[in-house]
């Protein structure tokens, strides 16, 4: 099969188009046709070595898939050849064919498209997970959502609205915000694209409080980090909830003071343990997630399309922080049904 493979550490332009055998599933494994598989901030650390994962070389990037099921591994049940199918791979979604875990593999509904079906798991699972399980979000709170504009950052203004909260977005530039307005947040802050001293986090602090409102922020959900971190837990409210999703812009080391005198919470969120961990509990949320795209409450937001040749552009999308919804790669375009 052919596949986007990383055979040493680098940037979107050391991968390359190789043959590789094709992967044979294991037990409770799925084979996948793929015909669109979605770009995550992950893939941009793990061919730099930079990730928590680190697969052995050569490896195919790409964590999230749609296709249809090609082979079927010892005690799965319940798929049949042919099926469409949404899953989560981790890694070797950039590939003619990738193997899944069944625990993470799900029906792609007729009538919901391959692109939008591979940019949907991964991102809006992990943001259910992260604001209803982690978050604990109430109809009627303020939830501030942090690179707002990127894969999960969207999902989160959807899912937070789907919720019931209000939802503050805040982005680095004016298309981000239109796309952040255009998803349902009520009101975006531009923090431009450097936070590099104390005025400018004083700034973005007071910007962030003047938009939460004199409450604070009951949740914030935070993909970025860096030197956007210490601002946002500055406009929690008492008793608030901080989501630790992700590092973007950098591990930042929050001062744990705020924390004491706002009374709040620092809660971390790792989407991939919980699901392995309590399969049947990500299955109720994809569930519900599922039913919420059939209503039109959240749709996956694809920003670009390439094919699988040019799947480094892809990456290189969302590493240069230019990417506005989801990045995807098709690939058997012929296989769609
Ligand atoms: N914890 C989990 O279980 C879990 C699961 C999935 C993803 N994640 C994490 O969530 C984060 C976002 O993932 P994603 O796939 O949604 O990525 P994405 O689409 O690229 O969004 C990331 C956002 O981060 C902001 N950003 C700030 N500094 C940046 C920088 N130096 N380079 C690139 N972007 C920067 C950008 O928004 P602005 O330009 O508006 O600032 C961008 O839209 C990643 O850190 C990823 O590892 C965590």
């Known amino acids: 099969m052919k596949a986007l493979v990383s055979r040493h550490i680098g940037g979107p332009d050391s991968l390359e188009l190789a043959d590789l055998p094709d992967p044979v599933p294991g037990p409770g494994e799925l084979l996948i046709r793929v015909a669109a598989c979605a770009i995550n901030y992950p893939d941009v650390l793990m061919i730099e070595d930079k990730y928590q994962s680190r697969p052995d070389r050569p490896f195919a990037p790409g964590g999230e898939i749609a296709g249809t099921v090609a082979a079927i591994g010892n005690g799965v049940q319940g798929w049949s050849i042919g099926d469409r199918v949404i899953a989560v791979t981790g890694h070797g979604g950039l590939a003619e064919l990738a193997r899944a875990p069944a625990d993470l593999a799900f029906t792609l509904p007729d009538g919901f498209g391959v692109e939008e079906g591979a940019s949907f798991l991964l991102t809006f699972a992990t943001t259910l997970h992260a604001l209803q399980d982690r978050g604990n979000l109430r109809p009627g709170e303020t939830l501030l959502v942090l690179g707002a504009a990127g894969g999960v950052g969207l999902a989160a203004i959807e899912i ?42 004083k700034r973005l602090g007071r910007q962030l409080k003047e938009a939460v409102g004199p409450d604070g922020a009951d949740l914030i959900f935070d993909p970025i980090g860096g030197n956007y971190c210490e601002p946002a837990v500055r406009a ?48 109720a949320n994809v569930d519900q997630l599922l039913h919420w795209w059939r209503e039109g409450k959240v749709r996956p937001r694809v920003g670009r399309v390439w094919p699988l040749i040019e799947g480094g552009q892809a990456i290189a999308w969302l590493g240069s922080r230019a990417a506005i919804g989801k990045a995807v790669v098709t690939i058997n375009r012929e296989q769609e049904a």
Do not use: C, M, Q
């Open 160 to 201: 937070g609205r789907a919720l019931g909260a209000r939802v503050i977005a805040a982005v680095s530039d004016s298309t981000k915000a239109d796309a952040a307005r255009a998803a349902g947040a009520e009101h975006v802050v531009i923090y431009g694209r450097d936070i590099d001293g104390p005025d400018s986090a």
């Open 236 to 283: 929690l409210a008492w008793g608030g909830r901080y989501l630790v999703i992700g590092f973007a812009a950098g591990i930042p080391k929050p001062p744990l003071n705020l924390i004491l005198l706002k009374g709040a919470d620092l809660r971390g969120v790792f989407w991939g343990s919980f699901a392995e961990r309590d399969p049947a509990a990500n299955r």
